[in-house]
Each structure stands twice: as structure tokens, then as C-alpha cells.
């Protein structure tokens, strides 16, 4: 059976129960060994877990969905047979909304001013968010802002007497620390497990845009999106977001989005409520002995420059084809995915010094990040609002109908996503969003910030120009 990576569902399917017992060295209350005897003497995170349990909270979600009809239905035999109405000619019959309940998780991680950390595919296409702290408060969130890049969203409830868990260093975690994941899986309530960090830097999972996850044993299921990943010490160090799950379930290998990236976009959307990232502008595969050979250069690890975009930061900072680039602000990069991340992290308009070898030779270049190509082979950009599902980019030379045609172009679109029952197909050109014009995605993101109410594409799908209607 074929491994599936997924993100943690929300939908109760099952629940397999299992018991284990677990065996640790006995040890005393220190300030750095936060393990604690209970009254037999025993070792337990029973005071731990007091202290940081009330910072995760569960959340739900209430989204509208459009209910797929029988195509019996449309047959008027069928119709009879069940004494059903026939359809008035000429009307075809509706598809019927209907409201969808899922469940996920969340870490309250600013308690004075309310703010929920949780995950971009939680809180997705949701009408009303509830959370509902440990003391079974519930409270309805308001979303600030989002990232499907890195899959992190912020919420925001209006509450007090609130517990926030204290944001831990990331880039410190070793292979073998242990942690706590605490969540909601299955949506049963909150549920704690533990185990060690088993990888560091997964990337390559085709999860998200941004990849660079802490891999853990510690039992990770559906329900646990947005859920606290923690050191012994009641830090927060993830958030929980995928497991790989042959079977739909746990089997010891779930990855977390790194408190310090969760940290950079947070910064972001609460001040301009979306992640506004600098570009380099070359594109870029990761060093192998092969290229080491090739090039001339000592084996190591790193990202070699392929190509540089026109008019981009990194033609303006010096880059060359060839170039392999070693560390990013003193930070040593150990691939291209790495370097992709560490850039996406980046905000517009900010220097970074990045450190280069060409020619056998190391040396440092300093590049102000700008709008324009994108880092890598990823060109498009996902999730904007009714199109979720939808990868999207600007329409460009080498494009088929470039030249003849200005709008943004649909690279991808995800099986069963809503830009997929809308009707929309990787290839389509969006040319207008009710009727006004636009020609790339920036000027869609605008017009669809600003309508309300019914949505309408103007689509070319080939040679032909149709409309569809986005519900």
C-alpha cells in the first residue's frame, strides 16, 4: 500500500484504540529537566501539561457547500416512479447548499490580545469559526489573516482570562528532543501524546509552497491541524499540520510547521493581514557530487543558480548561472527547497546577504528582495479566496495565447477543490471578474477583494470565451 502524505482531516471516520505503556528514567524537579514525581514517586508531565493544555484550544468550522444531485434525478422516468414533480421545461434542477462542520485545532499564543494561531486549511472557506478553549468557553474568531504558502492563519477571539504558550527556538531543536502534541483528533476533545523530534528540515512533501517541517513520532491524527507541538520545557516549537497515513491514521510520522517560520508570518498578517514576500528571481536545483564535478567545486551542500530572471534582485545584486549559493543572512542552506523557504520568509524591500562560491572562490552578495519571478520551479500562487484550489500566475511569453489575450492564467487545479466545482480547468485565461478586465493576478486578487456578492469569470478556455459562476 502507497504512503499518502495528507493534512489532518476533520471528518470522524474511525477510531482505533491502542494501549502502551511507557517506561522513563526516574528523575527530580530541576530547572533544566522539567520532570516531576508524583506522589508515589513516579515521573509524569502531569504539572506540565497543566500549565499548557489551557493555550490549545479546538476549533470549529461552518463552510457552505453545494450538494451534488443524482443525474437520475434529471431523468423524468425516475421522477415519476418516485411520484416526484417533473421539472417545468427547459429548467434544469439546482444544486442545493448545504452547511459542512469540520474540526481542527489551534494554540493561543497572544492572551492579551486574543490572538490563535492555527493552520491556512483549518479555517479555509469557513462562514464562522468557533473556538472553544479548555474551560469549554466558546467564543466566534475573527480571521485576520491567512498563508496557504505555509499553511499558518491567525484568529483573533475577544476574550480574557486567557493562557498563551510562549514561543520556543525552532533552529534549536535536535534530532532525539522530546515533545508534546497536543490537538483534537478525531474530534474527541484535547488529547496530548509524546514522543521526540525525528527529522529536522522535511522538505519535498508537496504539502505546501514554504517546506521546512520537524518531523515527529509523537501521535499526530486528523483533528490535530493547528495544534500545539511543545518541548519539555512548555514551549511551543510547531504547529502540527500533516501526517503520512497508508490507512488514514497514525503511523509515527507527522510534521509541524517550525514556531520560527510560523513567527516570521505572523508578523505579516497582523499587519497587513497577508504575507507579502520578496523575490529573488533566479531559479535554482539542489547540489549534487555530479554538479560538484562539473563545476569545478568541492562537494558540499547548497543550491545552484540555473537562471537568472530579467530586471529581478538578483540580477541587480550580480548573480550569475553557476553560482551556488551556501547561506542565506549567515544561515548555511542544505538545498534548494531549504533556500526557497528562507527567501518565501523574507519580506519585500529587505536586504539579505547571501553567501556565494564561483570560481572556487566564496564571497558575499547583498540583494534587495523585489516583486517578480517566482523562487524555483512554483510559479503560481494558490488560495485566493473563491478560487481556493486554483494555481494561478501571470500570462507570460511561451504561453499559447500570449500576445492575443491579457488575464491570468490557471496552471493547476486541484481535484475536488472549489475552484474545481466551480467548473474552472488548468489552461483556462481569466480575462474578467464580473466584467472588469485584468490582466494579471494582482489586479484579480484586487477585483475579487472587492465583490461581495456573485462571481463571474470570463473565461478562454481554447478558442472559445465563456462565463462561469463561482458560488
Known amino acids: 500500500m502507497h504512503a499518502i502524505v495528507s493534512r489532518l482531516g476533520h471528518v470522524l471516520v474511525a477510531i482505533c484504540i491502542f494501549t502502551f505503556s511507557f517506561t522513563a528514567p526516574v528523575a527530580s524537579q530541576t530547572a533544566d529537566r522539567p520532570l516531576y514525581l508524583n506522589d508515589d514517586g513516579l515521573p509524569t508531565l502531569a504539572p506540565l501539561l497543566d ?28 421522477r415519476r416512479f418516485f411520484d416526484m414533480q417533473p421539472f417545468p421545461q427547459q429548467q ?66 475577544d476574550a480574557t482570562d486567557l493562557t498563551a504558550l510562549d514561543l520556543g527556538d525552532s533552529d534549536r531543536l535536535q534530532v532525539g528532543d522530546y515533545v508534546l502534541a497536543i490537538g483534537n483528533p478525531f474530534g474527541l476533545g484535547q488529547t496530548v501524546t509524546s514522543g521526540i523530534v525525528s527529522a529536522l528540515g522535511r522538505s519535498g512533501l508537496n504539502i505546501e509552497g514554504y517546506e521546512d517541517f520537524i518531523q515527529t513520532d509523537a501521535s499526530i491524527n486528523p483533528g490535530n491541524s493547528g495544534g500545539a507541538l511543545v518541548t519539555l520545557d512548555g514551549r511551543l516549537v510547531g504547529i502540527n499540520t500533516a501526517i503520512i497515513a497508508p490507512s488514514g491514521g497514525n503511523v509515527g510520522i507527522g510534521f509541524a510547521v517550525p514556531a520560527n517560520m510560523a513567527n516570521a508570518v505572523v508578523d505579516q498578517l497582523i499587519e497587513f493581514g ?39 534582485a538578483a540580477e541587480a545584486a550580480g548573480f550569475q548561472p553557476g553560482d551556488l549559493i551556501v547561506s542565506v543572512d549567515g544561515r548555511s542552506i542544505a538545498g534548494s527547497a531549504d533556500l526557497r523557504s528562507q527567501i518565501g520568509l523574507k519580506r519585500l524591500g529587505r536586504d539579505i546577504e547571501i553567501g556565494i562560491i564561483r570560481d572556487g572562490k566564496t564571497q558575499t552578495l547583498t540583494a534587495t528582495l523585489r516583486k517578480g519571478a517566482q523562487l524555483g520551479a512554483k510559479a503560481g500562487e494558490r488560495g485566493l479566496g473563491r478560487l481556493s484550489g486554483a494555481e494561478l500566475r501571470d500570462l507570460q511569453p511561451g504561453d499559447r495565447l500570449f500576445g492575443d489575450v491579457a488575464g491570468v492564467v490557471i496552471a493547476q487545479v486541484d481535484a475536488d477543490s472549489r475552484a474545481a466545482r466551480s467548473g474552472l480547468e488548468a489552461g483556462d485565461i481569466i480575462v474578467a471578474a464580473n466584467r472588469v478586465p485584468v490582466t494579471s493576478v494582482a489586479e484579480l486578487r484586487q477585483q475579487l477583494a472587492s465583490i461581495d456578492g456573485a462571481l463571474a469569470l470570463t473565461i478562454q478556455r481554447g478558442s472559445a470565451r465563456i462565463f462561469l459562476l463561482v458560488r
Request: a negative charge; zero cysteines; proline letters at 6%.
Open 51 to 78: 500549565r499548557v493544555t489551557p493555550a490549545v484550544v479546538n476549533i470549529s468550522v461552518e463552510s457552505e457547500q453545494t450538494a451534488e444531485l443524482n443525474p437520475l434525478f434529471n431523468d423524468p422516468f425516475f
Open 92 to 157: 434544469e434542477p439546482q444544486q442545493q447548499p448545504r452547511r459542512e462542520m469540520s474540526a481542527g485545532s489551534g494554540v493561543i499564543f497572544n492572551a492579551e490580545k486574543g490572538y490563535v494561531l492555527t493552520n491556512h486549511h483549518v479555517v479555509e472557506n469557513g462562514d464562522r469559526i468557533i473556538v472553544t478553549l479548555k474551560d469549554q468557553r466558546q467564543f466566534d474568531a475573527a480571521l485576520i489573516g491567512s498563508d496557504p504558502g505555509t499553511d499558518i492563519a491567525l484568529l483573533k477571539i
Open 274 to 312: 497577508e504575507v507579502q514576500r520578496g523575490q529573488l528571481g533566479v531559479r535554482i536545483q539542489d547540489f549534487t557530487p555530479d554538479l560538484a564535478e562539473a563545476l569545478g567545486i568541492k562537494a558540499g551542500a547548497g543550491a545552484v543558480i540555473t537562471q537568472v530572471e530579467p530586471n529581478s
